[in-house]
């Protein structure tokens, strides 16, 4: 086919869901405008970080192009004049910083293509849709039967990942969407392996996964053509978005914040937590549950994207669960996405923070419950809940499920053992790269308290006495070498008296000291 002709060189290895901080390290101020030294890091490891120069016009431009997500973001104003001062270039820099942190400390905007090709435009420079479509022209070439209505533009939160509205020319009013995706940092199956397992995408049938009319993969990338949706994911239903908006309008700042009924919850709950039971039984690695992935098809949910850790891509939280080193198997992880899921389902919203300290009230105390097992730091440091033990809690365990479909996903015994060996090389990225979280954890508590003012007291103090107990074992010193000195000497000859002269004895008036 003319997708496989000409791929591209293998995988993306860079991870794209890295946390990217930055720092205004200086400014300078040139004829008619001033620019900020920034220094951007990627991840814990100061080696990899890099400096880029910006004017506040620049941020002004990145700012216009976020508004589309309707939240307020902490720009400082214009000035027109006295924009040179000393004084308001500092002032400026200190507010400009508050704007960075910001949009860094932001999950959905830090992710989003704008600011990463601000922070780092050396990785993110090219124009992936065209890309995408370059690539998908390709595959159309010897499949004509497909046609290409419109990119949907943004629709998703991954930047390597573009979305097209497709259609059968013989049957024009039926409407699909075309997913393609590069291959990701986590791709370790083989290359025939990969095609095998996408290719067998198509023939799995289960009531709670939306159905792949067709899928195909090359070296370098794939593509997935499903059925369209007009009701959107669960996502669209708890923040009432419309599908086809892009994510940033469509997540950062809804407009009414409210969770969904309590019989919602627990249905939605249990089917999502029966098809990740129907995967993890099959040793198909997941680790990609979120609500944008799961497609509402009336009152089912249908799980979507089991293609993304065939290809390698990073999850969604994975800057989340690398903070936690018991969350190191893809099943541990999809428990986890499984509570962020269940929170956003109960409050509207996702949890500003993870671990998560106390939960607001509930539509009922069995939703708590299944939170805290997953979400508190109780549940972080010690373990969480199986998928099977979650199936057996109050919340679920009443939920009568009435869809008969029939489960069918056959996967090739030595596909199976490819599948287990690539879930065990995903794995030991992640537990490697949360030792190295932990190790720079302990790194920075052990500086910022060698570095704390108390601690600073501390060690002056041991500094005086570590002193004067130096000056004290000096002095004695001292006395021991004059006392030894005159001990020696009193048998010799002295330039004070004669061999014949009796030496006086050592009173205190005639005492050394």
Sequence with gaps: MAFMEKPAAGKVLLDDTAPL????EASQSLHSHTEYIIRVQRGISMENSWQIIRRYSDFDLLNNSLQISALSLPLPPKKLIGNMDREFIAERQKGLQNYLNAITSNH??????????FLDPNNYSVNYT?????????????????????????????????????????????????????????????????????????????????????AMANESSALVIRPFSEKGTL???????KPKDPFLKKYCNP????????QQIKTFGRQILEVLKFLHEKGFPYGHLHASNVMMDGDTCRLLDLENSLLGLPSFY????????????????????FGHLLYEMTYGRPPDSVPVDSFPPAPSTSVVTV???????????????????????PLFSDVLLTNSEKTQFKIPTKLKEALKIAKECIEKRLVEEQKQIHQHRRLTRAQSHYGSEEEKKKRKILARKKSKRSSFESGEEQTMKYSNSNNSGSG???PLTSPSSPVPPCTAEHAPF
């Design 371 to 393: 939170l805290e097992s997953i979400l508190s730091p109780e549940a972080m440091k010690n373990s969480m809940p199986t998928v099977s033990r979650l199936l057996q809690m």
């Design 235 to 241: 996502k669209d239903l708890i923040y009432k978005a």
């Design 255 to 262: 407009k009414k914040i409210q969770g969904l009924e309590l």
């Design 318 to 337: 994975r800057s989340y669960f690398t903070q936690f080193r018991k969350i190191n198997t893809l099943e541990s992880v999809d428990v986890h996405c």
């Design 130 to 214: 065209e890309i995408a479509l370059q690539h998908v022209s390709m595959f159309f070439r010897s499949e004509p039967k497909w046609e290409v209505v419109e990119p949907l533009k943004d629709i998703g939160w991954r930047i390597r990942k573009k979305y097209f509205l497709m259609k059968i020319k013989n049957q024009p009013k039926e409407r699909l969407a075309l997913s393609w995706a590069d291959l990701g940092p986590d791709k370790y199956l083989s290359d025939k392996d990969l095609q095998c397992a996408v290719k067998l995408l198509s023939s799995c049938s289960h009531p709670y996964i939306y159905k792949v009319t067709f």
């Design 21 to 24: 901080t930055a720092v205004i």
């Design 108 to 117: 959905i905007l830090s992710n989003c293509e704008l600011v990463k090709k």
């Design 492 to 494: 010799a000859s002295s």
